[in-house]
């Protein structure tokens, strides 16, 4: 068979694939074990609120037709949330979708796009795929945000300034002051992408929603959310985009798949909406496992980044592979870093009480007295 890698663009072949991690069924077959904790993506040990069940009985009709192209009446309950234009909202397969779709509209080869590091790779794998270039802003010693070194990469005005509030894999998060300081920075010529994902774990006085800041400034802007982590819907991808205007989503519209949220999704996400109680259970849970997990690591002498996410990051003090390997055999499935620079530290999720604690007994296990 003839090589097919000549046929494939540069970016292609050189960016890695997605490192998603292992099922619970391949760790069960591959280390013998029964009970897997999935701690390595971030999901809802909760999983979605109990009326997310009752989009089922109108599955057949569902999966017969294709979706609304727009998800209108989900957008239409997004925009009534946020207080902005129905057109100004915009739905992805998972916000990932919309990262690929925002890379695609506005990156031309040579471009640079700053964004955080440590990264959430996709925020740099899409630039990449695009021919972009990225200005990566380093976190400090302590994993808190370098906000003066993240302004002056705003102020070489990038074509893009994306980047996750609370920022994955570590956590940490910009103030409202912190964030105006930022956008101050940006010039009228660059696009600003805050990625939201864990907006609903971080809710609070010191945690500003971007939307918030930049909706009464003159920028280009969007902000990502997504359903697959507090509302639990990680399965059936979907996300969504607010943008400063219809005219900005409208130009996304056309740079997405027609019918890239699927009709399940748009149903399930608006039952997921109406159960605003089961979000604030789960997020008051994985507030108080994150607590004691992250003084359990402490007292067993790990250095713990600052989080308001639904997982800690933190620094194993040896090759994270190897201790993500040592944990799989006990049934753990957590996140080793990758990224220059990080190859000690492991990202594990919050799961449940019983979940935390099966990842505490591994950890001490393999644990350097
Ligand atoms: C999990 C995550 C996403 C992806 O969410 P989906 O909606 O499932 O695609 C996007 N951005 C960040 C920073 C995330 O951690």
Known sequence: MADPSSLIREEV???????????????????????VAKLGSNENPNGPSASVA??????????????????????????????????????????????????????????????????????????????????????KADLTIDVDALVAAARRKPRMLLFANPMNPVGSWLTPAELDRVIAAVDQDTLV??????????????????????????????????????????GLRIGYGIASSAALCSFFDRARTPFNTNAVAQAAALAALAAPGHLGLSVAMALSE???????????????????????????????????????ARGVIVKPWKQPGFETFVRVSIGSPVENDHFLAALAAVSPA
């Open 54 to 139: 009752s989009v089922l009985s109108a599955f057949h009709e569902l999966a017969r037709l294709y979706p609304d192209p727009s998800g209108r009446a989900l957008a239409a309950e997004i925009a009534r949330g946020f207080a902005v234009e129905d057109g100004q909202v915009i739905l992805g397969n998972g916000s990932e979708d919309l990262i690929a779709v925002i890379c695609r509209s506005v990156v031309r080869p040579g471009d640079t796009i700053a964004t955080l590091y440590p990264s959430f790779p996709l925020h740099e794998d899409y630039t990449a795929l695009m021919g972009g270039r990225i200005d990566r802003v380093v976190v």
């Open 290 to 328: 994150r607590d004691r997990i992250g003084q359990a690591l402490l007292d067993l002498g790990y250095r713990v980044a600052p989080s308001k996410c639904n997982f800690l990051f933190f620094d194993a003090g040896r090759d994270a592979t190897v201790l993500a390997e040592a944990l799989l």
């Open 13 to 35: 072949r050189t960016i890695a694939r997605y490192n998603a991690g292992l099922t619970i069924d391949e760790v069960r077959r591959r280390h013998g074990v029964e009970v």
């Open 193 to 234: 992408v805050v990625d939201e994902a864990y907006a609903e774990y971080a809710a609070g006085e010191d945690y500003p929603s971007a939307v918030d800041l930049l909706r009464d400034t003159p920028l280009n802007w969007a902000v990502l959310r997504t359903f697959s982590k507090a509302y639990g819907l990680a």
